[in-house]
């Protein structure tokens, strides 16, 4: 980034500010610790913590258009701010890392996408990821690009690799919750010469860093557990490499695919509280996959923390935290609709990660190959019992 040209200007105070050195947070090695400060500016007397969202289209800046801050679409203080907390937590103590944030995760995945791919280049996308993935397909198609697909589990993804310019993981994938193995994907990918980004919405940069197990990118949905109420829609990309980074931000210039100043503030504002909330809502979710599992009928219960779950050990390799989803298959779509109908604690709603907790019939969307009775239930911040009682008591109400 260029230096801000000579002059007094406050826009100089605030970029000056910005680069400044962090506040603790980056020397921080306990997770909570390193949340609840991620991000923050060095303190300055009489000025807020955490300084509030920055309204501007455009910048004063007289004389040469330098940065850090020009134009709305290009920059802005608080995006600043936000993206180093995310950068802090996807890579602690790494220098050179470099993050982005977006008006949306698929305005994330699509910015990585679309900047990495030209016309005869083959990609390798999960046969089993978020539900948009196979529109992502449609338009890469239509714009000459290769697309292979493969399931997540057993590493599937290896076999299509040859000749691949990115390969693209989602680990646990949304919403089977399949696990494969980053570290033995990105040494294949990498030998082959292809860049590696995964999905990290699912985990969250608590649960898993992929950064650290060799990926290029760590692309998320921060609208999920990141940010975690359910009121916002917001996206990151973390890299590594500074020129495919720029490519990156060029991008986001180009189809203009930014946050709201106010979104990026309430998402780092949110992300103080990430530690509680992915301790509270991953410990309740174990109980209630454990709940489930005990439960007379066959459900297939399916969560990457339960020792018997067939992604279990890989996930137990490369994460450090196994998420706030459980997913389970119930015998019959009626039955599913009698299930959600009887929770009171949960609501059915799409998405998940938020500190209410809510489930859906995933099959009511198509796109996902799951039974008709698949529910992708999200584990919340309410009490651990008064959370397992609602599931147990809408299993057992339900059932006639
Ligand atoms: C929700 C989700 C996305 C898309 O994020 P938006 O913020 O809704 O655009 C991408 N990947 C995964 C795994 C998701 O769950």
Redesign the pocket.
């Known amino acids: 980034m260029s230096e801000a040209n000579s002059g007094t200007g406050r826009q100089h105070e605030d970029g000056a500010r910005a680069r400044e050195a962090l506040s603790g947070a980056a020397t921080a090695t306990g997770e909570s610790t390193r949340a609840v400060r991620a991000g923050l500016p060095q303190p300055v007397k009489h000025e807020p913590t955490l300084p509030g969202p920055v309204f501007a289209a455009h910048f004063h800046l007289p004389g040469d258009p330098t940065g850090p801050y020009t134009y709305g679409r290009d920059e802005n203080p608080t995006w600043t701010h936000l993206e180093r907390a995310i950068g802090e937590l996807e890579a602690p103590g790494t220098d050179g890392v470099e993050t982005l944030a977006f008006a ?4 994330a ?1 699509s910015s990585v996408l679309f900047s990495q791919l030209r016309a005869g280049d083959a990609v390798v996308l999960p046969s089993d ?2 539900q ?1 993935l196979p529109l992502v397909r449609a338009q890469l198609e239509a714009y000459g690009i290769e697309v292979r697909t493969a399931p997540t589990g057993g590493d599937a993804q290896l076999d299509v690799l040859d000749g691949a310019r990115l390969l693209w993981i ?1 680990t646990p994938s ?1 919403p089977g919750l399949d696990v494969c193995d980053v570290r033995r994907l990105v040494g294949a990918a990498h030998a082959r010469g292809a860049l590696v980004a995964v ?1 990290n ?2 985990a969250t940069p608590l649960g898993q860093r992929p950064l650290e197990l060799g990926a290029d990118f760590s692309v998320a ?1 921060g ?2 557990q990141l940010t975690g109420h359910g009121d916002i ?3 990151y990309v973390t890299g590594r490499d500074a020129e495919v980074m720029a490519a990156v931000r060029r991008w986001r210039k180009i189809v203009g695919a930014i946050p709201g100043p106010m979104e990026a503030w309430l998402a780092h504002r949110s992300i103080a509280t990430l530690g509680l909330r992915v301790e509270r809502q991953n410990a309740t979710a174990l109980t209630v996959a454990e709940a489930l599992r005990d439960w007379p009928e066959q459900l297939d219960v399916r969560y990457p923390g339960l020792p018997t779950d067939p992604s279990h050990k890989i996930a137990s390799q490369q994460m450090r935290g196994y998420g706030c989803v459980v997913s389970f298959t119930l015998p019959s779509r009626a039955r599913a609709d009698r299930f959600l109908d009887a929770l009171r604690l949960v609501d059915d709603a799409t ?1 998940f990660g938020g500190v209410r907790s809510t489930a859906e019939r995933r099959g009511r969307w198509g796109g996902d190959a799951v039974p008709e009775g698949f529910i992708r239930l999200s584990v919340g911040a309410e009490d651990p019992g008064d959370l397992v009682a609602d599931v147990l008591r809408a299993l057992e109400a339900s059932a006639g």
């Open positions: 949306s995760g698929m305005a995945i990821g978020y948009v989602e949304n999905d919405t699912l949905s609208t999920k829609l917001l996206g998405s």
